[in-house]
């Protein structure tokens, strides 16, 4: 079936400027996380959604990023007047339920250069 | 709070030698491990993960991660690499609470030589 994706797969954007990610999940998966990839560094939580519930915006960096989830479906990530500490890939995951052992699956990323 | 540490950002082997990239973990409860793969331009794909069933996890690509928990540890391993193989392999361990966010370590890249 249909895995995680993710549009655009590059973005190339100027110092301030607004940007929006998206993240398809796989149908049916009721958690989504967004993390970022900055390089030669491990992946970095941003943030969660599950079904209803509140998100959990703990790994956010400033309020410059945020992110919305209609249902179960569609996540947008949208970074406000980018700066160039931004620059990295943001990778969108699913998972079916939100265990601690529920495989998280990953989607290509989206590879996001500010100049 | 948990964490994963990764030896070696680098590692190289010949075809046909044994893989052996480490992680060691640190966490107050009873961890949940995992390894990724993520091959170049490409998502992260799992490769095996722990859930204290069992020490020994076998996972794809001829695979395996033995959880040790004197040692604080979940080694990768291979016996044989093969130039496929070479890609990005990250470590890492699910937070336990009401999100169960993945916390990784800072990646191994395995070079597989001719």
């Known amino acids: 079936g249909a895995g995680v994706s993710q549009s655009p797969s590059n973005k190339v954007t100027e110092k301030g400027k607004d940007v929006e990610l998206r993240c398809d999940p796989i149908?049916?998966?009721?958690?989504l996380y967004w993390y970022r990839q900055r390089l030669g560094q491990g992946l970095e939580f941003l943030i969660y959604?599950?079904?209803?519930?509140?998100?959990?915006k703990s790994g956010l960096p400033s309020d410059r990023f945020s992110a919305e989830r209609t249902g179960e479906s569609v996540s947008t990530l949208t970074i406000q007047r980018t700066q160039q500490e931004d620059s990295a890939v943001y990778l969108c995951a699913s998972s079916l339920l939100a265990g601690p052992t529920d495989t998280q699956y990953f989607g290509p990323g989206t590879r996001l250069t500010v100049l | 709070a948990q964490s994963v540490t990764q030896l070696g950002s680098h590692v190289s082997v010949s075809e046909g030698a044994l893989v052996l990239l480490r992680c060691n973990y640190s966490?107050?409860?009873?961890?949940?491990l995992f390894w990724y793969v993520q091959y170049p331009n490409q998502g992260l794909q799992l490769l095996l993960k722990?859930?204290?069933?069992?020490?020994l996890v076998k996972g794809i690509n001829g695979f395996e991660a033995e959880f040790k928990k004197s040692e604080t540890s979940f080694h990768l391993t291979k016996p044989s690499a093969h130039m496929s193989d070479a890609a990005e392999y990250f470590c890492a361990v699910s937070e336990s609470g009401a999100t169960n966010k993945l916390i990784f370590g800072t990646g191994t890249l395995l070079a597989v030589q001719p």
């Open positions: 722990y859930t204290s069933a069992a020490t």
């Open positions: 959604f599950q079904g209803n519930s509140a998100p959990d």
């Open positions: 966490s107050s409860v009873p961890p949940y």
């Open positions: 149908s049916g998966h009721t958690a």
